[in-house]
């Protein structure tokens, strides 16, 4: 779930003490080497895996072919050659960039990869801003006072959304907002309406723990004594809160928003298919299901792009933040 | 002794009720499976079904019920496999050589970044449906998380003062593994352990919502919650019944394992109550 | 009326007096030091000025004003006002207590504008102007630093830049050299000598040699309560409370007279003798010193002790 960013995150991090400039910029190339190992390594296994899994040119034949059309698919798309050849051929196709044609349609994998992929990053994109911008007040709030009884209570139910799986959550929004009082689609990509649903579905599943990552933030953030200072120069608790306490509490945040963010780049299949979101997670469970390698390898590596990706904007986004980072320190 | 955190008692609590009502079905693996065509679809209450009947008229506690054992088999054979293979490949990367540990990270990095989806579907392809597939895909897919927290804690341990002690007096590997490094990591393994239980069986339930692992038939939750989109509209206790049981086992498991980490963390060895 | 006047003080904590009836006064261009061991009350005295005490501690008696204004009753409202304005405040650790993602010069000018409405710039101006004030080279470099970047002794200036930057008339610091460097210290005490020509100060510390250097009359605390106060020449010359005596002989010495350890262990707030809380440790206590203590006058200051005099010193 995206969490190979934290570990990268502190490679990076401890890259970018004194001596900055050079040492960022092999830190980043070792971890663009690191990327290219895992793309080369994910291909290779997913080409065997997916080979073991079935014999394409029996699917494509459909159920009722005889051994001759079979046979003719095979040669024809190149499936009886030895596995190793095909391999090697694979690679070298790869390496230009070259993913093959889908065996559904003919039309380039990459081509399909390229066109599914605006969805899935929408997406994620909108369901995080959402998420951040409802777990920061309530994280915020919850964390300034958080022995009154009203915020106990909310702490419980947000523990509660928290653990329930996002797919339950979605299938109860369907249930309640789609079928039963009609008011939004839920199905599709089309129109405004349709972005509800599923937006809200992954930002009531993700914005309970970031509220609670950011309360407990916050409340560490009050004990600290940078917070006595301030209210020794006479500032208020609400002053205290906004100009002292979130930003630090934010900053705290970033790793997890980070992890999300990549989580819902990568991991959000369940939900494009109930919405039948057109969408990478959606693309990869009908090409896999299909058995259409050429999709799927091409699917599947462009979601691991997408994660490292992730990965890389939050180490900036880091860097970007705190101060501490950004400059060095003389102390 | 302790006063057990109200976190802990809850989750119990919680299971306990699960517990009860699964023995009100005795007959459930049984009834399960009794398709009842002229009672379809029925709401819960009537003909003696609490929560009503599926469109082939199964009842659907019953169907709940039989599920549980399936769900929870899968996820906790999961864990099982993640966490014996990631403790040990975890103190592995720690005490091994350079390049021990490096290839050892990377396997770890490659298995979490492998789409699991795509990793389920080939295994079921080449292992057929059914809960031992998907086991070992789960497993193999996420074992990379315990190794990594065993592969940190272990080092930090490793430079603790009574584990050089030990090393400096001739103490060999792995008896120091055994009896310094892993009593150290025990605690936060113990509720990790829980929590990664809670997400197999998520893991679990949404690959079968999609089709891959369960039998055709088997009432696994996920299956369930698929099963019923068609009829959410006359039928949503189809929806409520396996999506309450999920989600109520899942809090319930949350709230056991940070009553398990807050029981057994050391900073409540010292605590008097 | 001016200056801090601490009439009868009390600070407790459910079940627990921390501070126990204690009357202190500093009049402007004085420093008063409060010196004790920890858990003395000192800091929990000083914090009640302004009613900074930790959550769980109240005032639970006395009165405090200071010029004239009463402090005890006041509301939070009225209190923040006078927080950064009237009273400014030093604190012990400076590596701390810093906000880190803020830079130096942001933060003083927050306490600028929020206490003299000034616009922004004019406050960035006046930080500047504080961090030089307070000796720190390169103002506009540094008020544009985070935290992070200045040295220890650099941002316990820029603390001390914060607190005095609205021309507090009570300058309250509680052991804010003890962190640092002992070349550091020695600055820092020479700027809050220079910040009382305009304030009264109250100097909180454990370290009798920097009371003596700084301070112009010291007070010393016991379980929470005053035991002696008296100028410092004649406090340090001819202590009159056995336990001052004590502190000053129990003080290692670079003369190599050997410090002598005073007997026993310092009372915890839970439970202290009736009477003088010193006594089981005091060499000439006798049956009177179990009644309730008071401050007499001795020599040229007050000290809460039947049998007063040097006794032990030297």
Redesign the interface.
């Known amino acids: 779930m995206g969490t190979a960013v934290e570990i990268s995150t502190r490679k990076v991090l401890s890259a970018s003490r004194p001596g900055n400039g050079l040492r960022f910029a092999r830190a980043a190339g070792k971890r663009c080497l690191e990327l290219v190992l895992l793309l080369v390594t994910l291909s290779t296994l997913l080409f065997f895996l997916l080979r073991a899994s079935g014999d394409p040119a029996v699917t494509l034949a459909g159920a009722d072919a005889d051994a001759e059309t079979v046979q003719a698919i095979r040669v024809a798309y190149g499936f009886d050659r030895p596995l190793f050849v095909q391999y090697l051929s694979y690679m070298s196709h790869l390496a230009r960039g070259d993913f093959g044609l889908s065996l559904a349609n003919s039309e380039p994998a990459m081509k399909a990869v390229l066109w599914a992929m605006p969805a899935t990053v929408s997406l994620a994109l909108l369901a995080m801003l959402l998420t951040v911008v409802i777990a920061s007040p309530i994280g915020a709030w919850l964390g300034a006072a958080p022995d009154r009884p009203e915020r106990r209570a909310t702490a419980v139910i947000l523990y509660i959304l928290q653990g329930t799986p996002g797919f339950v959550v979605a299938l109860v929004l369907i249930q309640i907002f789609a079928v039963q009082a009609g008011w939004l689609p839920a199905i599709g990509r089309s129109g405004l309406a349709s972005w509800v649903l599923p937006t809200v579905s992954l930002s009531l599943f993700l914005a309970p723990k970031l509220a609670r990552v950011l309360a407990a933030n916050v409340g560490e953030a009050f004990k ?3 917070v ?9 608790e609400g002053q205290i809160l906004v ?2 306490v979130l ?2 509490a934010l ?1 705290g945040s970033i790793a997890l928003v980070g992890s999300q963010f990549a989580f819902l780049l990568g991991g959000v299949v369940v939900i494009e298919t109930i919405f039948a979101w057109p969408g990478l997670g959606r693309l990869l469970v009908q090409s896999t299901l299909s058995l259409d390698f050429p999709v799927v390898q091409a699917a599947a590596l462009a979601v691991a792009v997408l994660v490292f990706a992730a990965g890389m904007l939050t180490d900036l986004l880091f860097l970007a933040a ?3 980072l950004r ?5 | 002794m302790r006063r057990a955190p109200v976190e802990l008692l809850a989750g119990l609590a919680i299971l306990i009720v699960l517990l009860a009502v699964a023995f009100t079905k005795p007959g459930a693996f049984a009834q399960a499976g009794a398709i009842d065509l002229l009672n379809r679809l029925s709401a819960p209450g009537t003909e003696g079904r609490l929560v009503g009947s599926d469109q082939l008229g199964r009842d659907l506690l019953a169907r709940i019920v039989a599920g549980a054992p399936w769900s929870l088999g899968v996820a906790a054979g999961a864990t099982s496999l993640a966490v014996v293979l990631g403790v040990t490949l975890g103190l592995a990367a720690a005490e091994g050589s350079k390049w021990t540990r490096s290839a050892i990270l990377q396997v770890a990095n490659l298995a979490l970044s492998f789409p699991g989806l795509v990793a389920a579907v080939a295994a079921v392809a080449v292992l057929g449906q059914g809960a031992v597939t998907l086991i070992l895909v789960l497993g193999l897919l996420s074992w990379a998380l315990f190794a990594r927290v065993v592969y940190a804690e272990a080092l930090a341990v490793r430079t603790r003062d009574y584990v050089v002690a030990a090393r400096i007096g001739g103490v060999r590997s792995p008896t120091i593994l055994w009896r310094h490094v892993l009593p150290a990591l025990t605690p936060s393994l113990i509720a990790m352990t829980v929590f990664h239980f809670a997400d197999m069986l998520v893991a679990a339930s949404a690959l079968s919502f999609l089709g891959v692992g369960a039998p055709l038939g088997a009432p696994a939750w996920g299956a369930m919650l698929a099963e019923s989109r068609p009829y959410l509209y006359q039928a949503p206790w189809l929806l409520a019944g396996p999506a309450v049981a999920l989600a109520a086992t899942v809090l319930a498991l949350n709230l056991m394992g940070d009553g398990l980490a807050k029981l057994l963390s050391p900073s409540n060895a010292g605590r008097r109550r | 009326m001016s200056g801090l006047t601490i009439e009868g003080l009390q600070v407790s904590a459910p079940g627990v007096t921390l501070v126990d009836g204690i009357d202190l006064s500093i009049a402007p261009g004085k420093v008063l030091g409060l010196v004790g061991e920890s858990g003395s009350g000192k800091s929990l005295s000083l914090l009640s000025i ?1 009613r ?1 005490l930790p959550t769980g501690c109240q005032i639970s008696g006395g009165s405090v004003r200071l010029n004239g204004q009463d402090l005890t009753g006041a509301s939070e409202r009225e209190l ?6 009237e009273i ?2 030093i ?1 012990q ?1 400076p590596f ?7 830079r130096v010069g942001d ?1 003083i000018a ?2 600028a504008r ?2 003299r409405g000034l616009s922004a710039s004019a406050a960035r101006q006046e930080a500047i102007d504080a961090l030089a004030a307070v000796g720190v080279p390169d103002p506009e470099r540094r008020a544009r ?2 935290p ?5 002794g650099q ?1 316990q200036r820029a ?1 001390i830049a ?2 005095l930057i609205n021309q507090p008339s009570l300058l309250l610091a509680d052991e804010p050299t003890t962190a640092l460097d002992p070349t550091v210290q020695v600055q820092i005490l020479d700027l809050i000598r220079a910040a009382a020509q305009r304030a009264g100060v109250i100097f909180v510390t454990h370290d009798l040699g920097a009371a003596a250097y700084l301070c112009d009359e010291i007070a010393v605390m016991y379980a929470g309560r005053i035991v002696e106060w008296a100028p410092t020449a004649s406090l340090i010359a001819a202590p009159q409370h056995p336990y001052t005596a004590a502190l000053l002989a129990c003080t290692p010495r670079l003369d190599g007279v050997r410090p002598r350890a005073i007997a026993g262990n310092p009372t915890s707030p839970q439970d202290r003798p009736v009477g003088c809380a010193f006594r089981p440790r005091c060499e000439r206590a006798v049956s009177a010193c179990i009644g309730p203590p008071m401050l007499l006058a001795h020599g040229e200051g007050l000290a809460a002790c039947f049998r007063p005099g040097p006794g032990l010193a030297a």
């Open positions: 600290e004594d940078y006595r200072t301030a209210r020794a120069a006479g500032a208020g100009r002292h930003p630090n900053l705190d101060p501490r400059t060095q320190g003389d102390a | 302004p900074l923040r006002a006078l927080r950064g304005g400014g405040v604190f650790d701390k207590s810093l906000n880190p993602v803020r933060l927050e306490s929020r206490h630093a985070f992070h970047q200045l040295s220890g941002r603390l914060m607190a």
